[in-house]
């Protein structure tokens, strides 16, 4: 069974700049989410999907980031713009559905902010 | 508010050691999930364990183990005879049974097992 994929794995951009990354969940999970990793913290939850809906995103900065996920599989986060303290592991992780707590993570997409 | 403390921010041992993690955590809720995580360096949060706050029982897992403590709150986990594919970053976790799958993390123990 193929795992979360997620691309770019590294991404470098300068503040202000916009960025956007990519998760596909395992196939069939209808729960998706996305978590900032900061240095030397635990993941935070920034948002989580059921199907296309947004289940919860209380955590998002919502005057820079937003995601989607339109046809409830793919999903995408963006950045726009981008500050310095945004540099952090972005790790997406599927669940068969939001009342099953083992979630499945990604390996994650390193940004750096300059 | 709901909180997991793993105070113990690295440790480093000598393979075939035997190494615990702790791990505290805080609510005021009475029904709630604890997890482990272990996140090796390709980066993927691997789940481990999860436990409900109605069963203190511990459990063994081959060279694992985890000890819960209703009363001090707390959620150890052991690794029996340590081995280098054990070093990683391991996170304790929480979740409550209202917001099950909002998941909350600490801040994670780094592990180095050395040959």
């Known amino acids: 069974e193929a795992g979360v994929a997620q691309s770019p794995r590294y991404k470098i951009i300068e503040k202000r700049q916009s960025v956007a990354f990519w998760c596909n969940p395992i196939?069939?999970?209808?729960?998706l989410y996305w978590y900032q990793q900061i240095l030397g913290q635990g993941p935070k939850l920034l948002i989580q999907f059921q199907n296309n809906g947004v289940v919860d995103d209380s955590q998002l900065p919502k005057d820079r980031f937003s995601a989607e996920r339109l046809k409830g599989v793919d999903s995408t986060l963006k950045i726009q713009p981008a500050k310095l303290e945004d540099s952090a592991v972005y790790l997406c992780?599927?669940?068969?559905?939001?009342?099953?707590?083992?979630?499945?993570f990604g390996p994650g997409t390193r940004l750096t902010v300059t | 508010a709901q909180k997991v403390t793993q105070a113990q921010t690295e440790i480093s041992v000598v393979e075939k050691e035997d190494v615990t993690l702790d791990c505290v955590y805080e609510?005021?809720?009475?029904?709630?999930?604890l997890f482990w995580y272990k996140q090796p360096p390709s980066g993927e949060l691997v789940f481990l364990i999860r436990r409900n706050s109605f069963d203190e029982q511990n459990e063994i897992s081959g060279r694992y183990s985890w000890n819960f403590q209703k009363s001090t709150s707390s959620f150890n986990f052991t690794i029996t005879a340590s081995q280098v594919v054990d070093s990683a970053v391991y996170f304790c976790?929480?979740?409550?049974?209202?917001?099950?799958?909002?998941?909350?993390f600490g801040s994670g123990t780094r592990l180095s097992i050395r040959p």
């Open positions: 196939s069939g999970h209808a729960t």
């Open positions: 992780a599927s669940s068969l559905s939001q009342d099953l707590y083992e979630q499945y």
């Open positions: 609510t005021r809720d009475t029904t709630y999930y």
């Open positions: 976790a929480l979740a409550l049974y209202s917001s099950a799958s909002k998941i909350i």
